[in-house]
Nanobody, 117 residues
Framework: QVQPAESGGGVVQAGDSLTLSCSVS?????????VAWYRQAPGKEREVIGT????????HYADSMRGRFTIYRNYHENRAWVHMNGLQPEEAAIYSC?????????WGQGTKVTVSS
């Protein structure tokens, strides 16, 4: 069982930065895993932030996220992160990661980010 677990959400001020982490609860990331970060604001569709492959560390970002968001991973800490700069109130959302392993997608519960103006 692969259960992604996000952490790091909270309340920030507009313009602040925040870093969220993704781990595998009770387990580890393995070679061909891909970690994807998403966000979903209230009343809006889920949108992808970007992805990273575990072994190679190859990253891809949605065009709208490029520049202010950085996805990275650390083998030793067995975690993937998304670092977000300059958050704005309209970016308040549930941020979640999923892990894609052997053609199966495992979803995390998400972590809530609130951005106050």
């Amino acid at each position: 069982q692969v259960q992604p677990a996000e952490s790091g959400g909270g309340v920030v001020q507009a313009g602040d930065s925040l870093t969220l982490s993704c781990s595998v609860s009770g387990g580890t990331f393995v070679g061909d895993d891909m970690v994807a970060w998403y966000r979903q604001a209230p009343g809006k569709e889920r949108e992808v932030i970007g992805t990273i492959t575990w072994d190679a560390g190859s990253r891809h970002y949605a065009d709208s996220m490029r520049g202010r968001f950085t996805i990275y991973r650390n083998y030793h800490e067995n975690r993937a992160w998304v670092h977000m700069n300059g958050l704005q109130p309209e970016e308040a959302a549930i941020y979640s990661c999923d892990v894609r392993r052997e053609s199966v997608v495992y979803w995390g519960q998400g972590t809530k980010v609130t951005v106050s103006s």
